[in-house]
């Protein structure tokens, strides 16, 4: 039974959980720890944190913000954003994060992703790819790095069978071209990847509505979807999401 | 006043153990993260974790020494669980790590999951009920666990089997034998589901004279 996973993502500077989340009567909205209990409560299957802290002497309250989650939340979370080295995912894996999410620096650096795999497995090792669209790479899709702002020149389908035989445990791939607008998953993108790699694929950047989250997992083949703003608004519920998603016939953990 | 019974977690190098401990606590005990044979021979319950690859997992309770406090834990008749990889360290070998022996506990083998599916199987997945057990008391089906594995205990059918899960066919999800018990998912990280499972098991180390 492959059951699909509903993924919020949430944005955090310095250990706070910053940009657009809006539910009601909570009392401190850049509390992650608050908000990510409010997430399990109500049937997210994971927690994704992006660290958007751009410089790295405070990093040090990410590591904090991580125990503190995992002091009170149990349910699987991931930290991306800003990990360079080994020992950056050392520090959040120890501080009690489940998976750590490299970008930038597995591209720069390839090994990287075989060293984390190595030493905390595969199942922690997850590679985030940003996609879009070109028509000098082979695949009509080129990775992006530094938020999307610098191209590699590296196709986005061999990257992905690259990151896999480096030991990733999963890959959280973003469309760029789709990220923000609220246009729904690049579907082509996302099957491509998620046919092409053996490892689960969150599908990323789009969604807008709960009938994309619907898309992601069956035209996309998405193993889990990531979306933030349709959750963080209170626009909809995870419980709207997942019953939608069972309605269209697909597997999840209901609420 | 409701006891918080000694549990000791092995702390052998391996992995993110702050999850476990936390969820121990949460479930009433006075869960300690430890690597001394002393605190794990005396703890009225010990937890074997482990996550990543089976071959360094043995390595390092080799090089620890704490393969025969963990056996020993295992054969004293105190409650005992192992989770994920610490589930499969006690069978007697695996697919993943031909030549490395386990702790044999248990005397079968961990094998590759079968068939045409995505490994690792990274999904919540739901708990089929081979036969009561203690384990789950208290829970209602569907019973939802979260899993993350690539391999799991061959023979599902086997009379140690409490649970399975549905990935591709029958896969082997928690066994128990007397005072061992083990899941191959985490319950430390299946919310209140997760939570109730150690919450049985310290309530098993209660009970214990």
């Not at chain 2, 059918?157 to 007397?178: I, K, L, M, N, S």
Request: with cysteine.
């Amino acid at each position: 039974m492959r059951v699909a996973r509903i993924i919020p993502c949430l944005d955090v500077d310095a250990g706070r959980v910053v940009k657009g989340v809006n539910f009601v009567d909570i009392r401190d909205a850049g509390d992650p720890v608050e908000l990510a209990a409010r997430y399990d409560a109500g049937g997210a299957d994971e927690l994704v944190f992006l660290d958007i802290t751009a410089s790295s002497d405070r990093r040090d309250t990410t590591v904090a913000m991580a125990r503190a989650v995992a002091d009170e939340v149990f349910i699987p979370f991931t930290i991306g954003g800003g990990i360079r080295t080994l020992d950056d995912a050392r520090r959040l894996l120890r501080a009690g994060a489940d998976k750590v999410s490299v970008n930038t620096a597995a591209v720069r650096r390839p090994e990287l992703v075989s060293e984390i795999s190595r030493e905390f497995g595969a199942q922690c090792c997850v590679v985030a790819i940003d996609a879009r669209t070109s028509t000098q790479a082979p695949s009509g899709y080129e990775v992006f790095t530094h938020g999307g702002r610098t191209r590699t020149g590296i196709d986005c389908q061999q990257w992905a069978a690259e990151v896999e035989r480096l030991g990733a445990g999963e890959i959280l791939l973003t469309s760029m071209d789709r990220d923000g607008t609220k246009e729904g998953f690049e579907l082509h993108l996302t099957s491509m990847v998620s046919t092409t790699v053996g490892i689960p694929v969150i599908a990323s950047g789009g969604a807008g509505t709960l009938d994309h989250l619907v898309e992601g997992v069956i035209a996309g083949k998405a193993d889990a979807v990531l979306a933030a703003s349709i959750f963080h608004y209170a626009e909809h519920s995870i419980a709207e999401a997942k019953t939608r998603m069972a309605q269209a016939g697909i597997k999840i953990r209901p609420t | 006043m409701i006891s918080r019974p000694l549990v000791a977690i092995v702390d052998y190098g391996i992995g993110n153990l702050h999850s476990a401990q936390k969820g121990f606590e949460h479930a009433g005990a006075d869960a300690r993260l430890t690597a001394d044979r002393g605190l794990i021979s005396d703890a009225a319950g010990v937890v074997l974790p482990g996550v990543g690859a089976f071959a360094p997992c043995m390595a390092a309770l080799g090089r620890t020494g704490l393969d025969e406090a963990a056996v020993a834990a295992a054969g004293s008749g105190r409650p005992f669980m192992g989770i994920c990889v610490g589930m499969q360290v006690l069978f007697a070998g695996s697919d993943e790590a031909p030549g490395t022996s386990g702790l044999g506990v248990f005397d079968r083998m961990v094998r590759w999951i079968p068939g045409p599916v995505k490994r690792p199987q990274m999904q919540w997945n739901v708990l089929r009920r081979s036969r009561a057990h203690p384990m789950l008391d208290g829970l209602d089906d569907p019973i939802w666990a979260y899993f993350v594995h690539s391999l799991a205990p061959e023979t599902p059918d086997a009379e140690d089997v409490v649970a399975t899960c549905d990935y591709g066919g029958p896969v082997v999800a928690a066994v128990a034998r007397g005072s061992v018990w083990a899941a191959q998912f985490h319950p430390e990280k299946s919310s209140r589901v997760g939570l109730r499972i150690l919450a049985n098991f310290v309530n098993a180390v209660r009970a214990e004279p």
